[in-house]
């Protein structure tokens, strides 16, 4: 790349992609005509799974790895990009994607479970590093702002979202472990002068023979370095305990993160697999062996190999009943809470339920009350407390409540989400240790077989930069609180860093452990004060989805201003759980739902910074009238909605270009732009009806993009463009 596009433009996956064949052609049309360029980069799932075999495919199929250079476009002052959700894939996601690919021409190799020669070897190891958070800790080098706009907070007071109702006898509750979990078990330490350099983790069997786990590591001073292990053993007995206790008429579920944690928590929800069909498999354990099942692809990956076998199916449907009922995923298609890893999504799922009024549904299609397990007690709390907040105060009420933001630590592969290549499943009874250079030994932990060992580490200048971004938005605020538990060990070595840089700022703002937080946010939150939630990676990541589905009805509507550390730009759009559902009913009916206002604010702030960073004042020009179209989209009922014969995204994107270019016409700052835009807003004004005529005649009917994972893009633009008017219009 010899010349930094002004913005980049990430090219990704399902329903955030689709809509993008037909918003970036406005974005592009609008900003050349101000002399921007904006390029795009791919990193969906299947432009990784290419880039990665690269070297192995013919010249007429080789991908860049447009990943790899995000990754160091990032740490530059130049960057400016705006990157959509993602898929972070799990296994049964990734095995999807490859069979498309293959089916596409594509020579790529079956991903080995279990390799065994050379090339499966070296084919695992490439696919192992495209699944899972792959994308996001090699983007994200700078700390988060995450926060609704103005006019979005404003649009959803004044139009609240339906909430279930909550009742104090509500049998809906968080369980997680009682002890010998990743929160107990957890030991830091932040790195002295002395201690900086390199190291290694080891594994010590009990006949004395020692394995490396990792080599190469390197810490530098003031890193806060922690290691934990979760016990299975002890896990194994607290879902046997969990599912006994689950009372009837109540749905038995789990709640874990098995794409974003790649590595430790698809195999938790292995062990809920395992132990809620103990006594299926007991019973036919060599035969599912010899089919290939493994339990941490769930029980969607059981029936699909159990196919055609009506005693195996038999015993299935027998062992299933006799077991208490699943929250489901889909009731009407029999997608169960534990058919597929990549659907138990922690910061989805919990925030669905709680917003129902703490209600799940059943197998049977009628809702219920949930026993919620969460195993680990880093963050059940966080639901736990919530929960019983509703219980006891009622629902929130969307159309007083006030606005949660959140500062999250999340740069330089913070914390937990950076801890995929030193995350183990042990191997054998044994110690793990991290030795420095010097042969001191940092951690040392007995663990035994089946548990799952993890190291992460937080290095010290993102924490400074996270303080001081803290600082900024309670100023600007008034309400916050650093969620940081003294009595964790990670947390108690952070706010060693918090404390002295509050002292000195001469600021007061209270650290509370994430229980408390929750109920001192959810108390402020109610009154209809604003609250900046400064936290962690893991928990930026609950929050960010939990406030929002309950103060906006989603969170796809959240914009998140990520400051590059060393002085670029990103601008993260809203989350993409729901996704998937808005691509079959775009396949089925040609209607697509998805709902681009995290794009309009994303592009907004990006056209601002660089105005800022590269002194491009059409840039700010072209960015106010984004917040201007923005603004009007939603309170003139522009946004999709869920019907065919309803607005959908495209629509959606219509009034979007519609308002954007009568704004840039009514503007006295940049007269060319005012110029160029007159004839546009004007011919979009007297072709509405033309134009809404040609973008819902196509609804209804089936339609096909050639792909999922890897759509034709010709087929894409003729779904997602079908409006010539239009078209012809904006050029």
Same mark, same amino acid.
């Given at each position: 790349?010899? $010349?930094?596009?002004?913005?980049i433009?990430?090219?990704?996956? #399902? ?19 101000a002399?921007?360029?904006v $390029? ?8 990784r ?6 070297d ?5 199929q080789?991908?860049?790895d ?17 990157k ?15 069979? *498309?690919?293959?089916g ?21 190891a ?30 959803a007071?004044?139009?609240? +979202? ?10 809906? +509750? ?5 002890g010998?979990?990743?929160f ?13 350099? &390199?190291?290694?983790?080891?594994f ?10 990792? !080599?190469? /590591? ?18 194994? *007995?607290?879902i046997? *305990? ?6 009837? &008429?109540?749905?038995?579920?789990v ?12 195999i938790l ?9 103990? !006594? ?12 290939g099942?493994n339990p ?6 059981l ?6 076998d009506?005693?195996? *199916? ?24 534990? +058919? ?13 339920a ?25 963050y ?8 019983a ?24 592969k ?5 801890s995929h ?14 030795v420095?250079?010097?042969?001191e ?16 580490t =937080? ?26 538990d003294e009595t964790?060990?990670?947390d108690a070595e952070?706010?060693k860093?918090?404390k002295?840089? /509050?002292?000195?700022?001469?600021? !007061? ?14 108390? #402020?939150?109610?009154k ?5 939630t400064?936290?962690?990676n893991?928990l930026?990541?609950? /929050? ?9 009805g ?17 601008f993260?759009t ?24 995290? $794009?309009f ?20 020009? /072209?960015?106010d009238?984004?917040? $201007?179209?923005?603004q ?5 009922g ?11 995204n ?10 954007w ?8 700052d !940049? =007269?060319?732009?005012a ?15 033309e ?22 893009? =010709? ?17």
């Amino acid at each position: 790349m010899t $010349e930094t596009p002004d913005i980049i433009y990430t090219k990704v996956d #399902e329903a955030p992609e689709l809509a993008s064949a037909s918003l970036l052609p406005i974005i592009r049309a609008f900003a050349s005509a101000a002399g921007i360029d904006v $390029e795009t980069r791919n990193i969906s799932l299947a432009g990784r799974v290419l880039a990665a075999f690269a070297d192995l495919l013919p010249d007429g199929q080789k991908v860049s790895d447009d990943l790899a250079e995000l990754g160091q476009l990032v740490k530059t002052p130049d960057a400016n990009v705006i990157k959509l959700p993602n898929i972070s894939a799990s296994v049964p996601q990734l095995v999807a994607t490859i069979k *498309e690919l293959q089916g596409q021409g594509f020579a790529l190799p079956d991903y080995p479970e279990e390799p065994k020669t050379d090339a499966e070897k070296d084919a695992k190891a490439r696919y192992d590093a495209v699944k899972g958070s792959a994308v996001n800790p090699v983007l994200r080098e700078g700390n988060s702002d995450r926060r609704s706009a103005k006019a979005v907070k404003a649009y959803a007071m004044k139009n609240p +979202h339906s909430m279930g109702t909550w009742s104090a006898d509500s049998k809906t +509750h968080v369980a997680s472990m009682p002890g010998n979990d990743f929160f107990a078990n957890e030991k830091a330490a932040t790195i002295t002068a002395a201690q900086a350099g &390199g190291a290694k983790i080891t594994f010590t069997d009990a006949a004395g023979t020692e394995t490396v786990l990792k !080599d190469g /590591l390197k810490y530098i001073e003031g890193e806060v370095v922690d290691a934990t292990f979760l016990s299975a053993r002890a896990l194994r *007995e607290y879902i046997k *305990e969990q599912i006994a206790a689950t009372e009837p &008429g109540v749905l038995f579920s789990v709640h874990l993160k098995a794409t974003m944690m790649k590595v430790s928590d698809p195999i938790l929800f292995g062990h809920f697999v395992s132990v809620y069909l103990e !006594d299926f498999i007991a019973q036919h354990g060599p035969r599912l062996d010899a089919l290939g099942w493994n339990p941490n692809d769930g029980i969607g990956d059981l029936v699909a190999r159990i196919k055609g076998d009506a005693a195996l *199916e038999a015993d299935l449907k027998a062992a299933m009943a006799a077991r208490p009922p699943l929250y489901m995923v889909d009731s009407d298609k029999g997608i169960t809470n534990l +058919h597929v890893p990549s659907d138990v999504i922690i910061d989805a799922s919990m925030p669905a339920a709680i917003r129902a009024g703490g209600k799940g549904w059943g197998p049977d299609g009628a809702k219920a009350d949930v026993k919620c397990c969460i195993p680990d007690n880093c963050y059940a709390p966080v639901y736990d407390e919530t929960i019983a907040f509703f219980k006891a105060n009622g629902a929130l009420d969307p159309t007083t409540a006030g606005a949660v933001s959140n500062v999250g630590l999340m740069a330089q592969k913070a914390e937990e989400y950076g801890s995929h290549p030193t995350t183990f499943e042990i191997p054998a009874d044994g110690t793990v240790r991290i030795v420095l250079a010097s042969g001191e030994v940092l951690h040392e932990q007995a663990v035994q077989k089946g548990d799952i060992w993890r190291s992460s580490t =937080a290095k010290k200048a993102p924490i400074l930069d996270w303080i001081q971004l803290g600082i900024a938005r309670h100023k600007a605020t008034g309400t916050s609180a650093f969620w940081l538990d003294e009595t964790r060990a990670h947390d108690a070595e952070i706010i060693k860093y918090v404390k002295p840089v /509050l002292a000195e700022a001469g600021i !007061d703002i209270p650290i509370l452990a994430p229980r408390e937080a929750t109920r001192f946010t959810l108390e #402020e939150q109610k009154k209809g004060k604003d609250v900046v939630t400064i936290t962690g990676n893991v928990l930026r990541d609950y /929050l960010t989805d939990l406030f929002p589905i309950l103060e906006l009805g989603t969170s796809a509507k959240m914009l998140s201003i990520v400051k590059l550390m060393n002085g670029g730009g990103m601008f993260e759009t809203g989350a993409g759980g729901s996704a998937p559902k808005h691509v079959q009913q775009l396949v089925a009916e040609n209607h697509l739902r998805w709902d681009s206002l995290g $794009e309009f604010c994303a592009l907004g702030e990006s056209f601002k910074f660089l105005a800022e960073a590269r002194g491009k004042a059409a840039a700010q020009v /072209l960015g106010d009238a984004v917040d $201007e179209a923005t603004q009007k989209v939603l309170e003139n009922g522009n946004s999709p909605e869920y019907k065919v014969g309803q607005n959908d995204n495209r629509t959606s994107h219509y009034f979007f270009a519609r308002y954007w270019a009568e704004a840039l016409a009514a503007q006295k700052d !940049d =007269a060319a732009l005012a110029a160029h835009f007159a004839p546009i807003a004007a011919a979009l004004v007297e072709k509405e009806a033309e134009i809404v005529a040609e973008l819902m005649a196509t609804q209804g009917q089936p339609t096909d993009i050639g792909g999922y994972y890897n759509t034709d893009p =010709a087929r894409m633009a003729a779904v997602m463009r079908p409006s010539a008017t239009l078209n012809a219009i904006i050029g």
